[in-house]
């Protein structure tokens, strides 16, 4: 499995952007997909996930309300819609695979998002 991120750039706070994670190599089936970011100086965290069977969507609570994930099984691609982005959304988001219970185990390589003030 195969992640290719991107759609990562720089915006104006209170601005847009989406991010793309496509999936090559098979179709997958397993259990979610997720995003993460690393701010500069900082550890990697959670952003938002998507269950791959029944669509089931979950935030972190400082993007709640602001970015929307969502899944195209047709594309094999993940989307992440930010908006109203503020600086503190500066990061490197990456993608995720979770094939089962056992975690995320499959990563992409990552997409810088600058957001200005």
């Known amino acids: 499995v195969q992640l290719q991120a991107s759609g990562g750039g720089l915006a104006q706070a209170g601005g847009s952007l989406r991010l793309s994670c496509v999936s090559s190599?098979?179709?997958?089936?397993?259990?979610?997909m997720a995003w993460f970011r690393q701010a500069p100086g900082k550890e990697r965290s959670f952003v938002a996930q998507?269950?791959?069977?029944?669509?089931?969507?979950f935030y972190a609570d400082s993007v709640k309300g602001r970015f929307t994930v969502s899944r195209d099984n047709a594309k094999n691609t993940m989307y992440l819609q930010m908006d109203n982005l503020s600086p503190g959304d500066t990061a490197v988001y990456y993608c995720?695979?979770?094939?089962?219970?056992?975690?995320?185990?499959?990563w992409g390589q990552g997409t810088l998002v600058t957001v200005s003030s």
């Open positions: 998507i269950a791959l069977n029944r669509g089931t969507t």
């Open positions: 190599g098979r179709t997958l089936s397993g259990v979610s």
């Open positions: 995720s695979y979770a094939p089962s219970d056992q975690g995320y185990l499959y």
